[in-house]
């Protein structure tokens, strides 16, 4: 039973550049969130996508944006890339109608920006 | 704004001793999880506390719910030195089930043999 899967698993840009994460669901799970994570810190929420719809939005900027495709998987996508950027961005997976049970993660991608 | 906040940041203690790990959280909230981080890893689900008073334990690790007070206990029994990692409480704000987790800032615990 696959897990999620995020790639790549690392990834150097230099500021202004433009970036595509991506994310397969564990499988079964309908439902993706994206979380950034600074060095340090907890991660914080990006947003959410179901049923191809961008469900739930964190306080990050529109530079930040995302799709789901119909096998559920899903991509984000960050333009004009700050310093500040580099992160390690973590994709969990769930099922909506399973409320019940925990978000599941990916390895991550760690990004950095030079 | 909800804000989830744990303490302490980082905990060393000595093989065999026992300790809790705090989780505050500042608005109305009955669902919270507990994740496990190695360096370099993913996050790894511990547990998930759904109604005020749940208790969960598995192994040396036991957490805790309390609503009211909007905290949430990790204790930790008996440490052994493969329980050294960060963990983290994570809160899905409101009454129901949004999945936008808050995440405290983690506490990195160091077990020493």
């Known amino acids: 039973d696959a897990g999620v899967t995020q790639s790549p698993t690392h990834l150097i840009k230099t500021r202004g550049q433009q970036v595509t994460l991506r994310c397969s669901p564990k499988s079964g799970h309908d439902t993706v969130s994206w979380y950034q994570q600074a060095l340090g810190q907890g991660p914080q929420f990006i947003f959410q996508?179901?049923?191809?719809?961008?469900?739930q939005r964190g306080n990050f900027p529109d530079r930040f944006s995302g799709h789901q495709f119909p096998n559920y998987s899903s991509e984000l996508n960050v333009n004009a890339l700050l310093l500040g950027d580099s992160a390690l961005y973590l994709c969990?997976?769930?099922?909506?109608?399973?409320?019940?049970?925990?978000?599941?993660f990916g390895d991550g991608t760690r990004l950095s920006i030079l | 704004e909800l804000k989830v906040e744990q303490n302490p940041l980082f905990l060393s203690m000595q093989e065999g001793k026992n300790y809790t790990i705090y989780c505050n959280y500042s608005?109305?909230?009955?669902?919270l999880y507990w994740y496990r981080q190695d360096p370099g890893k993913s996050l790894e689900s511990l547990f998930v506390?759904?109604?005020?008073?749940a208790v969960k334990q598995e192994g040396r690790l036991m957490a805790s719910l309390d609503t009211k007070a909007r905290l949430s206990t990790l204790h930790i029994t008996a440490a052994v030195h493969d329980l050294s990692a960060t963990y983290f409480c994570a809160v899905d704000p409101g009454s129901s089930n949004t999945g936008k987790l808050i995440f405290g800032q983690g506490t990195t615990l160091q077990v020493k043999p």
């Open positions: 506390l759904l109604s005020n008073g």
């Open positions: 996508y179901y049923e191809e719809e961008e469900r």
């Open positions: 608005t109305t909230s009955d669902r």
């Open positions: 969990a997976s769930s099922l909506s109608r399973d409320r019940n049970q925990p978000q599941h």
